[in-house]
């Protein structure tokens, strides 16, 4: 197995894990009382729903690549490929918890939990592209994979 390979499983296998905390954490706050924590809560579970949506997505393209043969040339494009991607993601989380704050200084409880779930979902993209993308250059330069760092 690949450091690419295992890199790629690893992040999917952690956003799977995120996403299935934010549902569920969002499913638990529909029961309150207060319309910020729904709204929240809403947000967790529509943020969890995409991600778990990439996630799975990521992982079964990884599968048919390993099935089929995974040639060392076209893993390196692959962890290359998605080195960007977690760069271009980390300026978008940016922009996810700028919105995010923005709304959280509306008048209505509702639209506040919206914002405060969107920029909370924002900073921890933020902190998980940035990690990764940075973990990503580590791997690409030959050094070992560590599953259980970061």
Known sequence: MTNSEVFQRTVS?????????????????QAARSPFWRAFGQQAIGWGAIDATLALFGRRGLEQKVQRGYPLAEAARDLRNLRRVLWFNTGLD??????????????????RGHGAGIAFQGLFLFKFDLIHALLAKENASGKAFDSNRG
């Open 13 to 29: 296998n952690r956003l799977l894990l995120w996403s299935m905390l934010s549902i569920a954490g969002g499913a638990l706050l």
């Open 94 to 111: 940016v922009l996810y918890m700028a919105g995010g704050l923005a709304l959280m200084r509306r008048d209505n409880e509702a639209q």
